[in-house]
């Protein structure tokens, strides 16, 4: 399996680098900082930038060339580049968009104020704005807010000999050509001819033969994550992407994609913990601190209401102290157990695993997980408490709180995702800490209430 | 951005799929569901299998067509093509390879028992056998254990006419060909000739003059992370891979890569949880009772230590019912801004942002956060305390446990993650229960503590 966290040979290439060039800006030795970063790919560049303080940041980008920018901003992640591009004058943002793709361009114009956006198009030239504007006016999530409208197209009519004379004409290719998509009079899209069929097909055979005229292409309002799940069952390099008359409007590129599929899964990660997944490591204290105060905001609710829980029983805990110590035990096991059941479920709502037809197979299994792990862990917590506190009746009662709880967690495991989806809340965001608050008042409230009947 | 949790076009489309393959089997109507499955593509019948629960999974993979089967098998995840495998005869096996990539066999044959993978190598032809036998020399995770032998090479003093007519005297390229490798006459890697570039130059040009030189290749050891992370960075669709002496000895292409960026993506959140990313959703009822319990016993342990603590202070808890309804508050919120950090850390060392140039940096940026969001934190819950409980004392000394604790979990979410990641555990894995463990105790130990001192 892969394990991301083992030493990574580039990643550490990367952080020699990035030694020595805030070395060489921590001495002042802004020449051989410049020297070192023209020799670095624009990828490069961005990762060093990404992993650097804010400030160094500024002072880094001031010192990379003016012609590389646009290509290291693409490479950027959101909240990075922001604080890049509010600092850049609109015409050297628009130089710095020259030679860009169609699509990375509209990315880079979403994230600016309006006002700013609106002069960067007024600098570019007239082809360059339409094609912009034209990606600008679908959703930045849809696939026509993803796709270049650099596309290659053929006739089904014509030879190979004919493709391979024109091709040369025209000179060079987009980035991830694999294809070149066959269209008919009215720019419908009738198939695709891979270029390595091209390449092995005799000069004389007409289009019409060798063409692929399986007619799967990309909607233009598909949003992103049935396009990335696409590409990713159909192992494809491009797609065609089509408008509802099944005209040819653009292409998306496995480069993309990927960047997506990334982020998907990135997103439960961070969402779990409250974070936004563009989250920057480096943001400056005051924002990170504003982010995360939401979720600390949550939290005291649901600690608050855990503890109006336990208050409820003060007469019980004034009057046997080991009911204090042991409450917090039940709870935690619950939390532990509710989200791993939670996590299970993100990932499989987000591959697209669980549906209608199998949700009640999955409540059934996870209730059942809870039962089993219910009776093991009972026993183990009853037979400990048994022997510490020396009390039969407080083991028991641990125990069948310990049992109600685990179950109790499995099914809301499940549940609680599946319900913030139906609602339409990311249920990758507010699953964990609803179910935590949850199985924290239900094991006080269970072992609490039981210590209350059987003991007081 | 993505949001993974919306409605998915294609995964409905699956899902409804599912329920009529899954009615037809509940019928036993098993001549329909085989002529349902006759329609799906490999990919879409192996997304089927992984949402079906363990029993209708056998039933399906019986109607599926043998023809397709390795095909199916490439595409599932771990855990479910095991529980297929198992039940297969070595010699379906050796037929269902046939037609597959060398590391797709390979990867394969690695999951079966020695004795089963030794009978179906025994029953492939000698030329598959032999690369077969090769890849499974390397490491599984290693660029040797992925890459794919089947490459195309030219040499760099023929004209790309000559090149074309091998071409098509070879007839068919491998998936995924973006680039066809030059070497010399040492079988070393001397450069690549993008078939793009190959399309758009004049037939007399030889190859020399418009390969790329460059000379970056990855070599047989590197891992499989640092692999995805080059391709990320690179927006490869494929790269040759080269040996010690830069021999050329396979290739390796995005959508092998793809499944290794999500997987590493996956893997941080699954393991936050405690289960292990290959974990099958439908797993049997045991099999994920036993998986899960691990985690649960080491969350016994941190639970029965916080206890522990509690115990330390029994005489204050006898003598003041409100410290043991509010002690739960302070962990709490600890636990919550200490995994926020934990989580981001986590990202950050997974993409190779944070290392020794600046964990010191983010040290410093967490604490800050800490201080922050203590101070407002602590604010609001010494004030409720206050209007609560109506002890001035009480809430003073909840709302400095408070500040206590967020100013710790902002710390050790930094190092925690970064110290296990030096000894080589998995940060992913450990560092939130062992950074919940320490907040819970330390957050309990504050506020009691204090409270022993000014209140008992």
Request: aromatic share 4%; proline share 3%.
């Amino acid at each position: 399996m892969a394990e991301n966290y083992e030493a990574e040979q580039s990643n550490q290439q990367t952080h020699q680098m990035l030694q020595e060039v805030s070395d060489a800006l921590d001495n002042g030795m802004f020449l051989h900082a410049r020297h070192l970063l023209k020799d670095m790919e624009p990828e490069d560049i961005a990762h060093l930038l990404e992993a650097s303080p804010p400030k160094s940041r500024l002072v880094l980008w001031q010192l990379t060339n003016p012609d590389e920018q646009g290509k290291i901003l693409e490479e950027l992640s959101e909240d990075v580049k922001d604080g890049i591009m509010v600092r850049m004058h609109p015409s050297q943002l628009a130089a710095a968009t020259e030679g860009m793709d169609t699509d990375d361009v509209a990315y880079l114009l979403r994230s600016l104020p309006n006002q700013v956006s609106q002069n960067v198009l007024a600098q570019m030239d007239a082809q360059d704005r339409a094609r912009v504007e034209q990606a600008l006016s679908y959703p930045e999530d849809s696939a026509g807010g993803m796709m270049n409208t650099d596309v290659v197209t053929i006739h089904s009519d014509v030879t190979i000999d004919v493709v391979l004379r024109y091709l040369r004409m025209r000179g060079g290719l987009p980035k991830a050509t694999d294809a070149l998509y066959v269209v008919d009079e009215n720019s419908r899209l009738v198939g695709s001819l891979l270029i390595t069929t091209l390449l092995t097909t005799q000069p004389d055979t007409e289009v019409l033969v060798i063409m692929d005229n399986s007619d799967e292409a990309i909607p233009v309002e598909m949003d992103d994550s049935s396009i990335a799940s696409l590409f990713e069952r159909r192992n494809w390099i491009s797609a065609p992407v089509v408008d509802k008359q099944h005209q040819l409007v653009g292409r998306i590129t496995i480069d993309d994609v990927v960047d997506i599929i990334r982020e998907n899964a990135e997103h439960s990660m961070m969402s779990m913990a409250g974070l936004d997944d563009e989250e920057d490591t480096f943001a400056p204290v005051f924002k990170s601190a504003r982010n995360r105060s939401i979720w600390l905001g949550a939290n005291v609710l649901a600690a608050l209401a855990t503890a109006s829980v336990s208050n409820l029983f003060e007469c019980t805990l004034n009057q046997m102290t080991a009911i204090a110590v042991l409450m917090t035990i039940v709870p935690s096991m619950g939390g532990v157990a509710g989200n791993q059941t939670v996590a299970l479920v993100i990932r499989g709502l987000a591959v697209g695993h669980i549906g209608d037809s199998n949700t009640r197979w999955l409540l059934t299994k996870e209730a059942l997980v809870g039962v089993l792990n219910g009776i093991v862990w009972a026993c183990v917590i009853g037979g400990i408490v048994v022997l510490w506190k020396g009390n039969w009746m407080l083991g028991c009662i641990i125990a069948s709180a310990m049992m109600a709880n685990l179950i109790i967690a499995g099914i809301l495991g499940v549940t609680v995702p599946i319900m913030f989806k139906k609602i339409k809340i990311d249920p990758a965001l507010a699953s964990g800490m609803a179910l935590t608050s949850i199985t924290d008042m239900v094991g006080l409230s269970v072992f609490l209430g039981l210590a209350t009947l059987f003991l007081v």
